[in-house]
């Protein structure tokens, strides 16, 4: 079982509509990040949170919108997405310690499907 | 820019064969070095990690040593289960940019077969 909570587990949606992916961590990690993960590929980071403020947005297109509403929930809304946008959406989460790098707690990621 | 390489897959071996997945990094600070795992259908999970020079990170059997001479982390297993078939990635997080970005390796499909 992992610490890092993500629902729903599997999506499909259509390219009109509007729905949301939520990721939840009780380790008191202040860092919390978005993967996209295509088939046969490494992770790519998204976004990054940390002290419930984004410090990263990896170019990502503004179909996808994160929100981190306290320091144990992260939310990443889905709006009119591409085919292309189809993948496997990990959420993680971290320690944050100057001087010295702490790993990421990774959830087992919601499946997503655009029709 | 940082970046890891790992060696190319899939990799299938016979169960308790010997196991060593080679990676190697290009970082220009004090990078910490992870192995994660990933089980098919699931999340990555940390395997193992290494925070400075000549550490040996250990989990489950596997193991890698943090080598800065030769700019590598080889993960090593001395008896592979048909349970270690999965896909591995190797990463690295660079100190110089705080803790806040993964270089992940390619990642390299182990398959075990009985």
């Known amino acids: 079982d992992t610490e890092v909570t993500q629902t729903p587990k599997h999506l499909v949606m259509g390219m009109t509509n509007k729905k949301s992916l939520k990721c939840e961590q009780h380790?008191?990690?202040?860092?919390m990040y978005w993967y996209k993960q295509k088939a046969k590929k490494p992770p790519e980071l998204m976004f990054v949170?940390?002290?419930?403020?984004?410090?990263i947005n990896e170019s990502v297109p503004s179909r996808f919108s994160p929100e981190c509403p306290n320091s144990s929930l992260l939310n990443l809304h889905l709006h009119a997405l591409q085919p292309e946008d189809s993948a496997l959406y990990l959420c993680?989460?971290?320690?944050?310690?100057?001087?010295?790098?702490?790993?990421?707690?990774f959830g087992d990621g919601t499946r997503l499907s655009i029709l | 820019g940082d970046s890891v390489t790992q060696m190319e897959g899939p990799v299938t071996l016979s169960e308790e064969a010997f196991l060593t997945i080679n990676c190697t990094y290009t970082?220009?600070?004090?990078?910490?070095l992870f192995w994660y795992v990933q089980y098919p259908g699931e999340g990555l999970q940390l395997l193992l990690k290494?925070?400075?020079?000549?550490d040996k990170g250990s989990n489950k059997g596997f193991e890698a040593t943090y080598r800065k001479e030769t700019t590598s982390f080889h993960l090593e297993k001395g008896s592979v289960q048909v349970s270690d078939s999965a896909v591995y990635f190797c990463?690295?997080?660079?100190?110089?940019?705080?803790?806040?970005?993964?270089?992940f390796g390619t990642g390299t499909r182990l398959t075990i077969i009985p």
């Open positions: 993680a989460s971290s320690q944050v310690e100057i001087g010295a790098n702490q790993p990421q707690h």
């Open positions: 380790m008191g990690h202040r860092a």
């Open positions: 949170y940390s002290y419930e403020k984004l410090s």
């Open positions: 970082a220009t600070g004090y990078p910490s």
């Open positions: 290494a925070t400075k020079a000549d």
């Open positions: 990463a690295l997080s660079d100190r110089d940019f705080g803790n806040e970005k993964l270089t």
